[in-house]
């Protein structure tokens, strides 16, 4: 309980906090002033649940992760509407949450999308309008492209600034793994934080198809590696080559103006790089030259096809990605957390129904939020939720009575709504618990505006939310997987495998390396280092756990801590060595993953 209170981290005011705001509270503003209430309140909530997908940096990424889930939604809030009183009407939440169990397989942007896809059909399930079967999707599209539209309105100003500052600081991760004081566990911390936000700069140009990232990832992906490699076996590199790495993680993140000052050959371009002392700081200057200037990159939307296939590799291609799609939908585990799901959803809303509590959505609703895979398991998130629920709700209650016993105007309700749409993305980054908080103090307001009494919805509300959370975490322990550490061992030995490739263009060591020509391919495995960094974001969704699972816990720390360093050293620049020790190196290699793919597939 106290891991689970304490916050993460400091709000965070951002952009994404005034869109929430105006695009929550204008339309119920306005709702008011016309005297039709509840349309604006539901042009509120498809508001709310855009600003819940406003997660991306880079604006390719955000026209995926916000406008497909809005679609999805409108398209369930329809089929919940069409099916109403018709004879199978209570089996399409629960199919509906059998599709979104299986689209949460499919990673962030679908997990997004299912979230959507039941959020916006139990809102229009609770919240009935008179109309058309298509008014109450329609206001809710409306709101969630309201924000859609103001989270994409600063593309022509500001485009590519999110991708620079993201290869700014790779390069900045690498600067930092190859400093003097890099030891120990500080640069163990640094390696780690390297790798991760190499994995994020490698999804977003994958899901967004930037052709800045697909220029500069084949670069850094072979200045990482080897800037890790040598830095976890203590080598030193040139301290010019370092802080030139520094200022070349200032260029890129300066923007254009820099690059044509480079390309002209004006000061500040950076002049040229420091020769080095020896093999690792030639084979630093090679990967950090040609990450740094790719050349002129892929062109068109064949060369964008090809720079996306050689900086993000093959696995990305559009065919590997309905490859990737066929698999998880012949898979029958998606389909198991599919079922997951939907049990959840007709067990909350039998529970709702059967103690006939008022808005019975609610419930399902937090069925939604807490099944959700990328974020950890069930029991973790759904205690975040309870609790969360349980202080917005202590803390807007008190405020709605204080604004009822005072007579205040609708003005104050809509201050207070305003503040707490503000807050759901800024505390995004403290804790679920705390956003949660900020989650049930939209709901109750808007519930209010929309002229439902708030604060005897208060307990039903903290029912509601104890049916759903529990709902789900009896069907996570039936039908859910018994735990999520094979995944980290399937992750380990992608790696170890990986680590084994990387050895064989390498082969031998004393081959000298060729002349740099700008624009040239970088020949680099796939980035092992990657592979770890998605086990260790496992791990830490298993640190999540029931106390009754977390046995093993220590146990998988210092196996992940093994298989980085067993990595770190195969990878190595070291000294020169004859066949035989490559021979051997591999050898071990594929006996550590044999044994990692075993202990991934024991029950």
């Not at 949460?104 to 997004?112: D, F, H, K, P, T």
């Not at 009494?453 to 759903?468: E, F, K, M, T």
């Not at 035989?580 to 597939?601: K, N, V």
Request: aromatic share 4%.
């Amino acid at each position: 309980m106290r891991q689970t209170c304490a916050p993460k981290g400091r709000p965070a005011v951002s952009p994404a906090v005034w869109r929430s705001a105006l695009a929550v509270t204008a339309p119920a503003g306005v709702g008011l002033g016309v005297g039709r209430p509840a349309e604006g309140v539901m042009v509120a909530m498809g508001a709310l649940s855009a600003v819940l997908t406003d997660v991306a940096a880079a604006y390719r990424h955000r026209a995926i992760t916000m406008l497909l889930p809005q679609l999805l939604g409108a398209a369930g809030a329809f089929a919940m509407l069409a099916a109403e009183g018709r004879w199978f009407a209570p089996g399409v939440l629960p199919a509906l949450g059998v599709v979104a169990g299986v689209l949460a397989a499919l990673g962030v942007e679908g997990s997004l999308g299912a979230m959507i896809l039941l959020m916006d059909a139990e809102v229009a399930m609770d919240l009935p309008l008179p109309g058309p079967l298509w008014w109450p999707p329609a206001l809710m599209l409306l709101g969630g492209l309201s924000v859609v539209g103001l989270a994409l309105a600063g593309r022509p100003f500001f485009r590519g600034r999110a991708e620079r500052a993201l290869l700014a600081q790779c390069l900045t991760g690498c600067a930092a793994v190859l400093a003097p004081d890099a030891a120990g566990p500080a640069g163990t911390a640094r390696r780690r934080a390297l790798h991760d936000v190499l994995e994020r700069a490698r999804h977003t140009g994958s899901v967004g198809g930037s052709v800045l990232l697909a220029r500069h990832l084949p670069g850094l992906l072979a200045l990482a590696e080897t800037a890790s490699s040598a830095g976890a076996r203590g080598l030193v590199a040139d301290p010019a080559l370092v802080g030139r790495l520094r200022a070349e993680a200032g260029r890129v993140a300066a923007g254009r103006a820099a690059a044509k000052r480079a390309a002209a050959g004006r000061p500040g371009a950076g002049g040229a790089w420091p020769p080095g002392n020896g093999p690792l700081d030639a084979r630093l200057v090679r990967a950090a030259r040609a990450a740094v200037a790719p050349g002129p990159g892929p062109t068109g939307s064949a060369g964008l096809r090809a720079g996306l296939r050689a900086g993000l590799s093959a696995g990305l291609s559009p065919g590997r990605r309905r490859a990737v799609v066929r698999a998880v939908l012949a898979d029958p585990r998606s389909w198991l957390g599919g079922l997951r799901v939907g049990a959840a959803l007709l067990l909350a809303g039998a529970a709702a129904a059967h103690w006939d509590l008022r808005h019975p959505y609610w419930a399902v609703l937090n069925v939604t939020f807490v099944c959700r895979p990328e974020v950890g398991p069930v029991t973790g998130r759904a205690l975040e939720r309870f609790c969360g629920t349980a202080l917005g709700l202590l803390g807007s209650g008190l405020v709605l009575a204080l604004v009822l016993a005072c007579a205040g105007p609708d003005g104050a309700l809509l201050a207070v709504l305003a503040l707490a749409a503000g807050l759901v993305p800024a505390l995004s980054g403290t804790g679920y618990l705390y956003q949660a908080a900020a989650l049930a103090t939209v709901v109750l307001m808007a519930t209010q505006l929309a002229g439902d009494p708030g604060l005897p919805l208060l307990l039903p509300n903290l029912a509601s939310c104890a049916i759903g959370c529990l709902a789900a975490v009896l069907a996570g322990e039936l039908f859910g997987p018994r735990h999520r550490h094979p995944v980290v061992a399937r992750r380990l030995a992608g790696a170890v495998e990986q680590a084994a490739l990387a050895l064989t263009p390498r082969h031998p060591r004393t081959a000298a390396p060729a002349p740099y020509r700008p624009g040239a391919a970088v020949s680099v495995a796939t980035a092992p280092h990657l592979q770890l960094a998605a086990a260790r974001a496992e791990f830490e969704r298993v640190r999540r756990e029931p106390p009754w699972r977390q046995g093993a816990t220590a146990r998988w720390a210092a196996l992940i801590d093994e298989v980085e360093r067993t990595v770190d050293t195969a990878l190595a620049p070291a000294v020169p060595a004859d066949h035989r020790h490559f021979d051997a190196t591999r050898h071990h290699l594929h006996r550590l993953a044999t044994d990692l793919h075993r202990l991934a597939t024991r029950p």
